[in-house]
């Protein structure tokens, strides 16, 4: 290959420093940085693999009990023909499914215990276009048939209220109705149909599901209160909302499901970007040790440098070959922890369960976490920007003891030679 020769030299004093023992500190050093730098992107690499894993984990739960999209009418009368509010929302290529529902907030009574819950009344047949929680679960949600009053509650609550299917619950709507000795709560036995889990503690602690009639009726809404939509991608949800938003008009209002759950939502994307920036810190630290590999590798050859510059060797050239050294420095180790971080971020499956087995402990109780293993999603948009911010460090590492080693004067280095 017909490269400069700044290059050629460059990567010889790359291979050189690795391979003689003559200066086996600066080897050493040397070593040390390419090292640090692929433990850095690495880490990194799994880091973030790791967030996005459970990220997706939680994302998948949350959208197997939640809708991607919800419909509802600005002016609280409800949507008692909900039909043509789903047909024109089905009009936009996006929209696979569409259902009604009733939201509310009740207290939910065994007993003495008592907690509060959140109430949504769906109809069972449309549901099961809408969230896979209904569709997994068809025949637990076609028990729900109006006037039974059954309802269909979460594994946590089922443990905390200590109730069975077949159970009965008490049901107190917070508004109340008027009668000769004031305002009483409205209060209704209800029945356990069914315990569904769906993973997502929020749901599985804290929501009730009944027929979309029997909620009408409870919390006096005369009927649907929204519709729930369908998409076919969940990440497009913002986007298609806000179209949904344009034709649909003001008397609509429309959430996404990022928007309902904007906190967590933030606040993921919060964690991970301080996580990024902490972590490249590491990237930085270990790509700045090549400054004092090459500070001590310009002081070795001062009389290489000296003897290239009276053979006619410009002090570009000089700062060149250093910086070819210095950069290779860094692709090896940008390249290294780039492989490291896809192995470990491709099969943490495998990884986290045998270092476990080793340790005798488990880092995910079921109990607490609700999942059992390590997930792992690595994305290109976090895996191509690490890659060059670390050569982009390593690189801007060599400038100064590039600049260093260009400077050197040949008779001074000749002196005592």
């Given at each position: ?37 692929a433990?850095?992107v690495?880490?990194l ?53 569409a ?23 769906i ?19 076609a ?106 008009g ?158 050197v004067q ?8």
């Open positions: 290959m017909n490269l400069p020769y700044e290059w050629r030299v460059g990567w010889r004093y790359t291979r050189a420093s690795r391979s003689t023992r003559r200066n086996g500190f600066i080897s050493f050093i040397s070593g040390v940085s390419v090292l640090g730098i433990l850095g690495a880490a690499i799994i880091v973030l693999s790791v967030m996005n894993g459970f990220q997706k984990e939680v994302r998948d739960r949350m959208l197997s009990v939640i809708a991607h999209v919800e419909l509802h009418d600005t002016s609280g009368i409800g949507l008692p023909d909900w039909h043509v509010l789903a047909d024109q929302a089905r009009q936009h290529p996006a929209v696979v499914g259902a009604p529902f009733v939201p509310a907030q009740a207290l939910i009574a065994r007993g003495e215990d008592m907690r509060g819950a959140i109430v949504r009344g109809d069972p047949q449309a549901e099961v276009s809408v969230t896979p929680l209904a569709a997994s679960m068809k025949d637990t949600f028990r729900l048939k109006p006037g039974e009053w059954g309802v269909i509650i979460g594994h946590e609550m089922a443990l905390q209220l200590g109730v069975r299917e077949g159970d009965a619950l008490t049901l107190v709507a917070p508004s109340g109705q008027v009668t000769p000795a004031g305002i009483t709560p409205r209060v209704k036995q209800v029945t356990v149909e069914g315990i569904f889990s769906a993973g997502h503690y929020e749901y599985d602690n804290g929501l009730v599901l009944m027929h979309i009639d029997d909620a009408a009726r409870l919390f006096r809404t005369g009927g649907p209160v929204g519709v729930q939509l369908k998409l076919k991608d969940a990440q497009q949800a913002r986007v298609v909302a806000a179209e949904l938003a344009d034709k649909l003001p008397g609509i209002a429309v959430r996404d499901w990022t928007r309902t759950n904007r906190n967590w939502f933030d606040a993921v994307q919060v964690e991970k970007r301080m996580m990024f920036i902490i972590l490249t810190l590491i990237v930085a630290v270990a790509a700045f040790n090549l400054v004092s590999t090459l500070v001590m590798t310009v002081t070795d050859k001062q009389a290489d440098i000296a003897i290239l510059r009276t053979l006619g060797a410009s002090p570009r050239s000089i700062m060149g070959i250093f910086m070819v050294q210095g950069a290779m420095s860094g692709v090896l180790g940008t390249i290294g922890g780039l492989g490291l971080g896809l192995l470990v971020a491709f099969n943490i499956d495998v990884i986290v369960p045998a270092i476990e087995r080793l340790l005798g402990v488990n880092f995910l109780p079921g109990s607490i976490y609700l999942i059992s293993k390590m997930p792992s999603d690595p994305q290109a948009a976090d895996i191509v920007p690490i890659g060059i911010i670390s050569l982009v460090l390593s690189l801007v590492a060599t400038l100064y003891p590039s600049w260093r080693a260009s400077r040949p008779a001074e280095a000749l002196r005592y030679e």
